[in-house]
């Protein structure tokens, strides 16, 4: 008799792509043509996969969970070849040693980590270890006559110009910028030859610049393929509405969230007069579900007509090296890059733009102060008298009203924080749900301006420092290569997915599941983020935002995300009305089906993404937190435990 949990990998595991093999022509991946030991040992991998937890198959009460070391020891049976990605730790420890230091787990990074945690220690010894972009800041030090500001690595220097005019004309670029720019197109595997790189603050600035040069006067059409509200495709949409684009978005089949096939291709081959469709905004893997694209769909929408923006901020450390630039030319790509994985998420977006196609772009009087960016070394560590920093420290005391959920290069939700002595736990239907769609870079943005008094005094104070720089987390990721990273995260991914499946609420007759993934479940080929809601004894969802800011008292950081686009068969119809809710622009709150509009409906869920720095430790513990909801009391156990410890009580 099969497992729950395997007959879920069974289904989960054909038709959720396009292309069940991303980079395949069509014709080859056409699952009646896949070698027989392909399929059959992805089908192995599956069972395996689901056979993971041995001897139980599911748990009703968190204290049943095996330790970690004896769940350990089923995995690296279940996942021989994972020992063999032993390197990865060598790493971690050696080189990212905050996050053992720390007891932090960082499930919230999307993007590409520039340096590593020892490099910082190197420039800025006696840094705070591991200050997650969700995590609570750390108790503040006793007070000094001085203050130190430190700017590691490189600081971001907003400059106006046009973005035809840079990708033209290029401006000035120090030695040290272009030192980066060359090292992060090598590690892109991206042509100098072929394409211009344009740095921008963030994924929102870099797609705003692009929708207002893009001509949509000419070339109409506007189209995305996100399962997902994007804060940057939002604004890219908001500025395209407002030059005349006619914006559509591929649609996704509930359950597994699969892009509905044929009404994409409808609007990719749109039999309009026109032969200048638009742009085609694709990205390889959905960055909060995990689920991943054909490669063909570009194909198709160039062939068509369209210009195509590819968004790999989602991809894993060496997926760029799948794609051939080659075959495919996408005449933009985007990515984004951030600092130290888990202690600095600020950094900056890369615009690359085919030289080929940088003569569509038009000039634009609003795109002149969007957000181009210049990278310049980083001031040394400054001491600046007390009293010249004190507003800047008030400064950042009033921006940890923005705690940022998770990465920068991407869309997150943000619940302003209170006082980190309260406990803001509500119940799902009580709880004050007033919260702002933006990307962390954006919260760096305001951030960094409010501490300009204070940049004004390092400016005075910089020396020059040698341009070269040592990019040493790409280096990390270049040793480590595509199959071990991508086997590492494969295995990690699944059995996370199965671990939390295996969670069921116990006297329950029908029995309650407490965790409902959203996207693929086990499968072979998804990537490595996972979408998920926890649910109580009762069946009633517990709302993400709580369940994150616990995962936070636990010292977990994870994000939150909204999916969208979601189209449900006639037979899944009772579902609709209790999975969907809606957001506004002042708050998300369900609403009766009647007010709800199709482009703002969907479902709030937690998201965790992995990469080749996450360890087997890091899912765990994960999987044991949320274990915890299976006691119908846990939540209650919170509000006494804070009582306890002398703070202000807050009702549930």
Same mark, same amino acid.
């Given at each position: 008799?099969?497992?729950?949990?395997?007959?879920?990998?069974?289904?989960?595991?054909?038709?959720?792509?396009?292309?069940?093999?991303?980079?395949?022509?069509?014709?080859?991946?056409?699952?009646?043509?896949?070698?027989?030991?392909?399929?059959?040992?992805?089908?192995?991998?599956?069972?395996?996969? @689901?056979?993971?937890?041995?001897?139980?198959?599911?748990?009703?009460?968190? !204290?049943?969970?095996?330790?970690? !070391?004896?769940?350990?020891?089923?995995?690296?049976?279940?996942?021989?070849?994972?020992?063999?990605?032993?390197?990865?730790?060598?790493?971690?420890?050696?080189?990212?040693?905050?996050?053992?230091?720390?007891?932090?787990?960082?499930?919230?990074?999307?993007?590409?980590?520039?340096?590593?945690?020892?490099?910082?220690?190197?420039?800025?010894?006696?840094?705070?270890?591991?200050?997650?972009?969700?995590?609570?800041?750390?108790?503040?030090?006793?007070?000094? *006559?001085?203050?130190?500001?430190?700017?590691?690595?490189? +600081?971001?220097?907003?400059?106006?110009?046009?973005?035809?005019?840079?990708?033209?004309?290029?401006?000035?670029?120090?030695?040290?910028?272009?030192?980066?720019?060359?090292?992060?197109? @090598?590690?892109?595997?991206?042509?100098?030859?072929?394409?211009?790189?344009?740095?921008?603050?963030?994924?929102?600035?870099?797609?705003?610049?692009?929708?207002?040069?893009?001509?949509?006067?000419?070339?109409?059409?506007?189209?995305?393929?996100?399962?997902?509200?994007?804060?940057?495709?939002?604004?890219?949409?908001?500025?395209?509405?407002?030059?005349?684009?006619?914006?559509?978005?591929?649609?996704?089949?509930?359950?597994?969230?699969?892009?509905?096939?044929?009404?994409?291709?409808?609007?990719?081959?749109?039999?309009?007069?026109?032969?200048?469709?638009?742009?085609?905004?694709?990205?390889?893997?959905?960055?909060?579900?995990?689920? *991943?694209?054909?490669?063909?769909?570009?194909?198709?929408?160039?062939?068509?007509?369209?210009?195509?923006?590819? +968004? =790999?901020?989602?991809?894993?450390?060496?997926?760029?090296?799948?794609?051939?630039?080659?075959?495919?030319?996408?005449?933009?790509?985007?990515?984004?890059?951030?600092?130290?994985?888990?202690?600095?998420?600020?950094?900056?977006?890369?615009?690359?733009?085919?030289?080929?196609?940088?003569?569509?772009?038009?000039?634009?009087?609003?795109?002149?102060?969007?957000?181009?960016?210049?990278?310049?070394?980083?001031?040394?560590?400054? *001491?600046?008298?007390?009293?010249?920093?004190?507003?800047? /420290?008030?400064?950042?005391?009033?921006?940890?009203?923005?705690?940022?959920?998770?990465?920068?290069?991407?869309?997150?939700?943000?619940?302003?924080?209170?006082?980190?002595?309260?406990?803001?736990?509500?119940?799902?239907?009580?709880?004050? *749900?007033?919260?702002?769609?933006?990307?962390?870079?954006?919260?760096?943005?305001?951030?960094?301006?409010?501490?300009?008094?204070?940049?004004?005094?390092?400016?005075?104070?910089?020396?020059?420092?040698?341009?070269?720089?040592?990019?040493?987390?790409?280096?990390?990721? +270049?040793?480590?290569?595509?199959?071990?990273?991508?086997?590492?995260?494969?295995?990690? /991914?699944?059995?996370?997915?199965?671990?939390?499946?295996?969670?069921?609420?116990?006297?329950?007759?029908?029995?309650?599941?407490?965790?409902?993934?959203?996207?693929?479940?086990?499968?072979?080929?998804?990537?490595?983020?996972?979408?998920?809601?926890?649910?109580?004894?009762?069946?009633?969802?517990?709302?993400?935002?709580?369940?994150?800011?616990?995962?936070?008292?636990?010292?977990?950081?994870?994000?939150?995300?909204?999916?969208?686009?979601?189209?449900?068969? +006639?037979?899944?119809?009772?579902?609709?009305?209790?999975?969907?809710?809606?957001?506004?622009?002042?708050?998300?709150?369900?609403?009766?089906?009647?007010?709800?509009?199709?482009?703002?409906?969907?479902?709030?869920?937690?998201?965790?993404?992995?990469?080749?720095?996450?360890?087997?430790?890091?899912?765990?513990?994960?999987? =044991?937190?949320?274990?915890?909801?299976?006691?119908?009391?846990?939540?209650?156990? !919170?509000?006494?435990?804070?009582?306890?410890?002398?703070?202000?009580?807050?009702?549930?």
């Amino acid at each position: 008799m099969h497992s729950p949990c395997l007959r879920e990998a069974s289904q989960a595991c054909y038709g959720c792509c396009l292309n069940p093999f991303p980079g395949l022509p069509e014709s080859r991946a056409a699952t009646s043509q896949i070698p027989r030991s392909a399929a059959a040992s992805r089908y192995e991998f599956e069972v395996c996969t @689901a056979s993971s937890l041995c001897p139980n198959f599911q748990f009703t009460n968190h !204290e049943s969970l095996p330790s970690s !070391e004896e769940s350990f020891s089923y995995f690296i049976k279940v996942y021989p070849q994972y020992s063999q990605t032993d390197q990865a730790d060598k790493i971690r420890a050696q080189e990212y040693y905050h996050l053992s230091l720390s007891k932090h787990v960082c499930l919230d990074y999307i993007g590409h980590g520039l340096f590593s945690y020892s490099q910082l220690e190197s420039q800025c010894p006696g840094s705070p270890a591991a200050s997650s972009s969700s995590s609570p800041p750390p108790p503040p030090p006793p007070p000094v *006559r001085s203050v130190t500001l430190e700017a590691p690595f490189f +600081d971001v220097s907003y400059k106006s110009v046009n973005l035809n005019s840079q990708i033209l004309y290029g401006g000035e670029e120090s030695e040290f910028e272009s030192n980066i720019r060359k090292r992060i197109m @090598a590690f892109m595997n991206i042509s100098e030859a072929d394409y211009t790189m344009v740095l921008s603050a963030n994924q929102s600035s870099a797609s705003k610049l692009l929708a207002e040069s893009y001509p949509f006067q000419s070339y109409q059409n506007l189209l995305t393929v996100y399962d997902y509200q994007s804060e940057a495709v939002e604004v890219m949409i908001e500025s395209s509405k407002k030059r005349g684009a006619n914006v559509m978005s591929a649609n996704f089949s509930w359950p597994n969230l699969s892009i509905q096939s044929e009404k994409l291709r409808k609007k990719i081959a749109n039999k309009s007069k026109h032969k200048k469709k638009g742009l085609f905004v694709f990205p390889l893997q959905s960055r909060v579900t995990g689920s *991943r694209y054909s490669y063909l769909w570009m194909s198709l929408a160039q062939e068509n007509g369209w210009h195509v923006l590819l +968004d =790999a901020s989602a991809l894993g450390a060496k997926d760029m090296e799948t794609l051939g630039l080659s075959l495919f030319n996408p005449d933009f790509l985007i990515c984004s890059f951030f600092k130290v994985f888990g202690e600095n998420p600020s950094g900056f977006c890369c615009l690359f733009i085919r030289k080929s196609s940088a003569s569509v772009l038009k000039d634009s009087t609003t795109a002149t102060s969007i957000g181009i960016v210049n990278l310049v070394p980083g001031s040394e560590p400054t *001491r600046i008298p007390e009293s010249s920093a004190i507003s800047s /420290i008030e400064t950042r005391k009033k921006s940890k009203e923005f705690p940022a959920q998770g990465s920068f290069s991407g869309p997150i939700s943000i619940q302003q924080r209170r006082d980190e002595t309260t406990l803001d736990l509500h119940k799902t239907e009580g709880i004050n *749900r007033k919260q702002k769609t933006v990307s962390f870079s954006e919260i760096e943005e305001v951030i960094e301006t409010s501490f300009e008094s204070a940049s004004s005094i390092i400016n005075n104070t910089r020396q020059s420092k040698n341009p070269k720089i040592e990019c040493r987390s790409l280096d990390h990721a +270049d040793s480590l290569g595509l199959i071990l990273i991508s086997s590492r995260t494969r295995n990690l /991914i699944n059995w996370l997915v199965n671990a939390l499946m295996s969670l069921q609420h116990p006297h329950s007759e029908n029995g309650i599941p407490a965790v409902k993934i959203y996207g693929p479940k086990i499968m072979f080929d998804r990537g490595p983020a996972v979408a998920f809601n926890v649910f109580d004894w009762k069946g009633e969802k517990i709302d993400p935002v709580l369940v994150q800011k616990l995962a936070d008292r636990n010292n977990i950081s994870l994000s939150i995300g909204f999916l969208q686009h979601i189209w449900f068969s +006639d037979k899944h119809e009772e579902e609709k009305e209790k999975q969907l809710e809606t957001r506004t622009s002042e708050a998300e709150e369900p609403v009766s089906s009647k007010k709800r509009d199709k482009f703002h409906s969907g479902i709030s869920v937690v998201t965790a993404a992995l990469g080749f720095l996450t360890n087997f430790e890091d899912i765990y513990r994960l999987w =044991a937190f949320v274990s915890r909801f299976l006691d119908a009391d846990f939540l209650e156990k !919170e509000k006494w435990r804070y009582k306890a410890l002398n703070q202000k009580t807050i009702e549930i």
